[in-house]
Nanobody
Framework: QSQLVESGGGQVQPGGSLSLSCTTS????????IGWFRQAPGKEREGVAC????????YYDDSVKGRFTSFRDNAKNTIWLQLNSLEPEDTAVYYC?????????????????????WGRGTQVTVSA
């Protein structure tokens, strides 16, 4: 059974940092690109970063560029999303998803790309 499990969420003050991880099992990660998405209450799910299958080439949404960094280690079946300089607007449930590699920008931007597998998400709350 293919699974993705996010962890590392929590509550942090504005300007703080969090490190999210996405641990995979049941499929060969090296053949999949990974998307990081978030969904705030009452809003559409949006892509924040999409990382290529076998290197760390990543597309970032403009809203997180320069603040978030994604990297992966296929041998450890894990992908990370480092969140720095967090803002209240970053508050959301963060998800990772896997799909065969494609144009990374197309995978991240609306309309929502058809990923093969999704995790259940981890909550990130940014408040004073």
């Amino acid at each position: 059974q293919s699974q993705l499990v996010e962890s590392g969420g929590g509550q942090v003050q504005p300007g703080g940092s969090l490190s999210l991880s996405c641990t995979t099992s049941g499929f060969s990660l090296e053949y999949y690109a990974i998307g990081w998405f978030r969904q705030a209450p009452g809003k559409e799910r949006e892509g924040v970063a999409c990382i290529n299958d076998r290197d760390n080439r990543t597309y970032y949404d403009d809203s997180v560029k320069g603040r978030f960094t994604s990297f992966r280690d296929n041998a450890k079946n894990t992908i990370w999303l480092q969140l720095n300089s967090l803002e209240p607007e970053d508050t959301a449930v963060y998800y990772c998803a896997a799909a065969p590699p494609d144009d990374l920008q197309a995978m991240c931007e609306p309309p929502l790309y058809e990923f093969d597998f999704w995790g259940r998400g981890t909550q990130v709350t940014v408040s004073a």
